[in-house]
């Protein structure tokens, strides 16, 4: 089992940066490759991005493509997520999720998520 705790979200306007972190624990980290997913309000979860085992290869979504940043430190366990511009379209509880494969059709394991909030 892998447990992953997503922080760092939070209320910002529009503009704005943040980073998410996402912390995994209980099987060797590098083991697994990472992904950050988000649902908006009455909306289907979506993909984000992705990260490879060593961090050597990155995904995006075309819609978030040169404002989010998708980042690992193996010696902390930790992927993180930098988003910056922010939009109100951002809004949605940001998820963080684990797999052995790249890109699988559905991730292995989730976080509980963090909420992130635009105003404009």
């Known amino acids: 089992q892998v447990q992953l705790v997503e922080s760092g979200g939070g209320m910002v306007q529009a503009g704005g940066s943040l980073r998410l972190s996402c912390a995994a624990s209980g099987r060797t980290f590098s083991n697994y490759a990472m992904g950050w997913f988000r649902q908006a309000p009455g909306k289907e979860r979506e993909f984000v991005a992705a990260?490879?085992?060593?961090?050597?290869?990155?995904f995006y979504a075309d819609s978030v493509k040169g404002r989010f940043t998708i980042s690992r430190d193996n010696a902390k366990n930790t992927v993180y997520l930098q988003i910056n511009s922010l939009k109100p379209e951002d809004t949605a509880v940001y998820y963080c999720a684990a797999d052995h494969s790249w890109l699988p059709t559905e991730y292995d394991y989730w976080g509980q998520g963090t909420q992130v909030t635009v105003s404009s």
């Open positions: 990260i490879s085992w060593s961090g050597g290869r990155t």
